[in-house]
């Protein structure tokens, strides 16, 4: 799938499934943007593959506990999924077909896969988008949380206030940090880390691509269009940076940086480099 039909097709997603958008899919469509050679229906199938065999473990007669525990088992000890610690910033950690394929991966595509091969068995697993590691929590259990990341490592909220504070020591703690996300948030969350990745390789067209991605999930999030409107600047873009400003400027009631984003469309509409 080329970088147009994946826009288009995560669009399709969201249009049709805008309060539950398929997480697994929609993760897919974020990878083949980036990777043409993605299969989606194969990558869905190897999906159901290994929950049917994750399932001859798990029955519904166990508490959720227990079922942590066995999937557990299924997913870090046979398939042998783990947390890429020696090259966390790789691209590739955030394509669930990649995560699979090395059985490496950083804590929300771990955990996605987690959700998501729990779903296919009936375990109501959800999103717990902590600043700094994803985690993920059982719906009818709320006691624990669990760290896919670390071999699925059982967590009590105090456990994840101190493993926040090891990441993220700047930030004060607050248990809102373990309320669960939506899909849509789980998805974003990819494309800002995968931003991020890009820019620090200096890879601007993927990193525009990500925001592209983004604005598709999030079209009412304005400051996706200003980001992606100063890339666009910053790669002599200049029309296209003139379009992404100036809706963000005029659909942006009150916001710090507007003075700024102002001085960009001036430079533009000047044809004048960058403002310092």
């Not at 039909?5 to 083949?32: H, M, T």
């Not at 290994?50 to 000890?77: G, K, W």
């Not at 669960?180 to 991020?196: F, G, T, V, W």
């Amino acid at each position: 799938m080329d970088k147009i039909s994946a826009v288009a097709s995560l669009q399709s997603l969201v249009r049709k499934n805008s309060s539950a958008i398929p997480l697994y899919e929609g993760a897919l469509i974020i990878a083949s943007a980036f990777d043409p050679d993605v299969e989606i229906s194969e990558q869905l199938t190897l999906l159901d593959n290994l929950s049917h065999a994750a399932r001859q473990d798990i029955n519904s007669e166990q508490n959720p506990l227990q079922m942590v525990n066995a999937l557990n088992s299924y997913l870090f000890d046979h398939l042998g999924l783990i947390g890429n610690e020696s090259n966390y910033y790789d691209p590739r950690n955030s394509f669930v077909n990649q995560v699979l394929k090395n059985r490496t991966g950083i804590p929300i595509t771990l955990s996605l896969i987690y959700i998501e091969i729990g779903r296919k068995l009936g375990i109501p697993f959800e999103g717990v988008g902590m600043p700094g590691h994803f985690l993920v929590r059982h719906a009818n259990e709320v006691s624990f949380y669990i760290d896919p990341f670390h071999r699925g490592a059982i967590l009590s909220k105090d456990e994840c206030a101190n493993l926040m504070q090891k990441t993220n020591p700047s930030i004060r703690w607050s248990d809102n940090f373990l309320l669960p996300i939506s899909n849509i948030e789980i998805l974003a969350r990819i494309l800002r880390n995968l931003c991020a990745i890009w820019l620090q390789q200096r890879q601007t067209a993927n990193a525009i691509l990500s925001l592209t991605l983004l604005i598709t999930l999030q079209p009412d999030e304005l400051g996706h269009y200003r980001d992606r409107g100063m890339l666009f600047y910053q790669s002599n873009s200049p029309g296209k940076a003139l379009d992404d400003l100036s809706l963000y400027l005029t659909k942006t009631v009150a916001a710090p940086d507007k003075w700024y984003v102002q001085r960009v469309i001036n430079s533009i509409q000047l044809g004048e480099n960058l403002p310092n």
